[in-house]
């Protein structure tokens, strides 16, 4: 099946010239003539070597004199500070000039990166970017990871009017200086003093600036991956981008594989495996992904999305193959759509179909934490689900504050009022208290809330910091929440102390 969207006009802003203007004179003077200027990726210096430009389909050498010293200082006098990970820019632009160093500190070489702003290019996933669910954006360097993060950010804060937070680790986003380019719209930038603390501003950015949405640039680390998750589960959408080409490079990465979910063997009984066909120890996915839908980016012009990353994961493991939604854009810019050839099979432990799970309550979480949600109908022993798609959903839970302004996605979901229930927050406790009162269960008391208010407010404070926490004494009924709050978050913890002392420590 296929489908065509209209056509979109692609507009690219480069500030071409004020890259030009720092570059040697004479690297300048042969540079400037060629005829597929527009088309420039980088411009290389190195010391005692001619100086190139390169091209997507071709390489030029820049004169016949090898670059030298003054060269060099000619350039490095004329950008921005080179950060701890040998990085610089040009103030207001997305240009980016990347050193090499001798074992001295001293230059030997530049990479000027040509940074542009792509107007429209988001329009080929833009229904997936607005839909309000968590994007992760995998493809190899140099494909338009970062002009697409840019570029959705810019549509959500200006046209769709949320409050969009970039985390800058390396200022390619919203370019060099103080000023974020233009080219992200009214959303708004926290740049990050070094990429070891990249992880504590993403949450730096949840606590103090309350996003809807945070965008962010190469997620590559467990803690970084701890805090994307720890983002998702207050209801903040996140797009970012992480290191991979491929849903199966995500899967065999250790560290980020948490991502999808999380990765571990199970051992299954006798007759289980004979009903599933498979050995005994086999690997599942541990939880629910930080990300719903993780788009693969195989060029600028041809995308393939997986729309329920759960569910093709889980297909994944047990050896059927990943059949993702192929978008292409055409070359007079509409976007021809090819649904998958066949869906994925039912997995053993698939959404029931209506007839057979009419007594248990289906339930949906628009913008409100999955994992959350599944670990208080388990705790709480109710006859509810969590199901992946609104249509076969009994009820809809969301935020209140959402509710109120409406959004296109949720207004399709109030065709039947009655099935939508808004609540106060996005914290265990709250989800809990939304069970309670819908399967008329007696209410958590105020000292279980606000023990677990405590455990939620220590885990983002590990996170950020890799440091541990005491919360403060409780009896063993606390403790055991708070226990199982810390091990939802990947975190380790224990309890010390003796008696009416006694306490659970939350560790990295």
């Given at each position: 099946?296929?489908?065509?969207?209209?056509?979109?006009?692609?507009?690219?802003?480069?500030?071409?010239?004020?890259?030009?203007?720092?570059?040697?004179?004479?690297?300048?003077?042969?540079?400037?003539?060629?005829?597929?200027?527009?088309?420039?990726?980088?411009?290389?210096?190195?010391?005692?070597?001619?100086?190139?430009?390169?091209?997507?389909?071709?390489?030029?050498?820049?004169?016949?004199?090898?670059?030298?010293?003054?060269?060099?200082?000619?350039?490095?006098?004329?950008?921005?500070?080179?950060?701890?990970?040998?990085?610089?820019?040009?103030?207001?632009?997305?240009?980016?000039?990347?050193?090499?160093?001798?074992?001295?500190?001293?230059?030997?070489?530049?990479?000027?990166?040509?940074?542009?702003?792509?107007?429209?290019?988001?329009?080929?996933?833009?229904?997936?970017?607005?839909?309000?669910?968590?994007?992760?954006?995998?493809?190899?360097?140099?494909?338009?990871?970062?002009?697409?993060?840019?570029?959705?950010?810019?549509?959500?804060?200006?046209?769709?009017?949320?409050?969009?937070?970039?985390?800058?680790?390396?200022?390619?986003?919203?370019?060099?200086?103080?000023?974020?380019?233009?080219?992200?719209?009214?959303?708004?930038?926290?740049?990050?003093?070094?990429?070891?603390?990249?992880?504590?501003?993403?949450?730096?950015?949840?606590?103090?600036?309350?996003?809807?949405?945070?965008?962010?640039?190469?997620?590559?680390?467990?803690?970084?991956?701890?805090?994307?998750?720890?983002?998702?589960?207050?209801?903040?959408?996140?797009?970012?981008?992480?290191?991979?080409?491929?849903?199966?490079?995500?899967?065999?990465?250790?560290?980020?594989?948490?991502?999808?979910?999380?990765?571990?063997?199970?051992?299954?009984?006798?007759?289980?495996?004979?009903?599933?066909?498979?050995?005994?120890?086999?690997?599942?996915?541990?939880?629910?992904?930080?990300?719903?839908?993780?788009?693969?980016?195989?060029?600028?012009?041809?995308?393939?999305?997986?729309?329920?990353?759960?569910?093709?994961?889980?297909?994944?493991?047990?050896?059927?193959?990943?059949?993702?939604?192929?978008?292409?854009?055409?070359?007079?810019?509409?976007?021809?759509?090819?649904?998958?050839?066949?869906?994925?099979?039912?997995?053993?432990?698939?959404?029931?179909?209506?007839?057979?799970?009419?007594?248990?309550?289906?339930?949906?979480?628009?913008?409100?934490?999955?994992?959350?949600?599944?670990?208080?109908?388990?705790?709480?022993?109710?006859d509810a689900m969590?199901?992946?798609?609104?249509?076969?959903?009994?009820v809809v839970v969301?935020?209140?504050?959402?509710?109120?302004?409406?959004?296109?996605?949720?207004r399709e979901l109030?065709?039947?009022?009655?099935?939508?229930?808004?609540?106060?927050?996005?914290?265990?406790?709250?989800?809990?208290?939304?069970?309670?009162?819908?399967?008329?269960?007696?209410?958590?008391?105020?000292?279980?809330?606000?023990?677990?208010?405590?455990?939620?407010?220590?885990?983002?404070?590990?996170?950020?910091?890799?440091?541990?926490?005491?919360?403060?004494?409780?009896?063993?009924?606390?403790?055991?929440?708070?226990?199982?709050?810390?091990?939802?978050?990947?975190?380790?913890?224990?309890?010390?102390?003796?008696?009416?002392?006694?306490?659970?420590?939350?560790?990295?």
């Open positions: 099946m296929q489908a065509t969207s209209h056509a979109t006009r692609i507009e690219i802003t480069d500030n071409l010239d004020l890259l030009l203007m720092v570059l040697p004179p004479r690297v300048r003077h042969e540079i400037e003539p060629l005829d597929d200027l527009p088309s420039l990726l980088e411009v290389v210096l190195d010391l005692g070597r001619q100086p190139e430009a390169r091209f997507p389909w071709r390489t030029v050498e820049l004169g016949r004199d090898p670059v030298t010293r003054e060269d060099l200082d000619y350039m490095t006098a004329r950008i921005g500070t080179f950060t701890k990970d040998n990085r610089a820019g040009i103030e207001r632009t997305l240009h980016r000039i990347s050193a090499l160093r001798n074992r001295l500190g001293e230059f030997v070489g530049l990479t000027c990166r040509v940074g542009r702003a792509v107007y429209g290019t988001v329009e080929i996933v833009r229904d997936v970017v607005e839909s309000g669910r968590s994007v992760l954006l995998l493809g190899r360097p140099g494909v338009g990871k970062t002009t697409l993060l840019r570029e959705a950010a810019r549509v959500l804060a200006d046209d769709l009017n949320r409050r969009v937070v970039i985390v800058d680790t390396s200022n390619e986003i919203a370019g060099d200086g103080d000023i974020p380019h233009p080219g992200i719209g009214r959303a708004r930038r926290m740049q990050v003093p070094s990429p070891e603390r990249q992880h504590a501003v993403m949450i730096e950015a949840v606590e103090n600036h309350m996003p809807e949405v945070v965008v962010i640039d190469e997620i590559g680390t467990e803690a970084e991956a701890l805090a994307a998750r720890t983002i998702a589960e207050r209801g903040v959408q996140l797009i970012a981008t992480a290191h991979g080409i491929s849903l199966d490079n995500l899967i065999s990465n250790p560290t980020l594989a948490d991502l999808l979910g999380g990765i571990h063997a199970v051992t299954l009984g006798d007759e289980e495996a004979r009903r599933r066909r498979t050995q005994k120890t086999v690997l599942e996915r541990k939880a629910p992904p930080t990300f719903d839908v993780l788009i693969e980016i195989h060029d600028k012009d041809r995308f393939a999305v997986h729309t329920d990353v759960a569910q093709v994961v889980d297909a994944v493991l047990r050896g059927q193959a990943a059949r993702p939604e192929i978008r292409v854009r055409r070359p007079d810019g509409s976007v021809e759509v090819e649904a998958p050839s066949s869906t994925v099979p039912p997995l053993p432990h698939a959404e029931p179909t209506p007839a057979a799970a009419r007594h248990v309550l289906r339930i949906f979480p628009y913008a409100v934490s999955r994992e959350r949600l599944e670990r208080a109908i388990r705790e709480l022993g109710v969590v199901c992946t798609q609104p249509r076969n959903a009994d969301t935020l209140r504050a959402l509710a109120k302004k409406r959004p296109k996605k949720l109030l065709v039947d009022s009655s099935r939508v229930h808004a609540i106060g927050g996005n914290t265990q406790a709250k989800i809990a208290d939304f069970l309670r009162e819908l399967f008329e269960l007696p209410a958590m008391s105020n000292e279980e809330q606000q023990a677990l208010r405590e455990a939620e407010d220590a885990i983002a404070t590990v996170i950020a910091h890799r440091e541990p926490v005491a919360l403060n004494p409780q009896n063993p009924h606390f403790r055991r929440l708070q226990h199982q709050l810390a091990e939802a978050h990947g975190l380790a913890s224990e309890s010390t102390g003796r008696g009416p002392l006694r306490r659970v420590v939350i560790r990295p």
